[in-house]
């Protein structure tokens, strides 16, 4: 024997007396992503990464990157 399917009920509801706000929120962007600032020692780095790593776009292996990148001197902008 076939179910009936269940029927929903509209329900009206009544307007909330809240105020409606006219100011505008402030708009976050993003400035960019961070750049190295020693190009060579981060493409060395990343060439050390994808050899070490299997998958070398992964979490592990860019944490390593950023880590190693870092300890030898290199920085961020």
């Keep these: 024997m076939p179910r009936k399917k269940a029927v929903r009920k509209t329900v ?10 006219t100011a505008k929120r402030k708009t976050t962007r993003k400035k960019g992503s961070p750049t190295p600032t020693n190009k060579a020692l981060y493409s060395r780095v990343k060439a050390e990464a994808k050899r070490k790593f299997d998958v070398y776009p992964s979490a592990y292996a860019n944490a390593w990157l ?12």
């Design 12 to 21: 009206k509801r009544k307007s909330s007396p809240r105020k409606k706000s």
């Design 66 to 77: 950023v880590r190693t990148y870092k300890k030898r001197g290199g920085g961020y902008r």
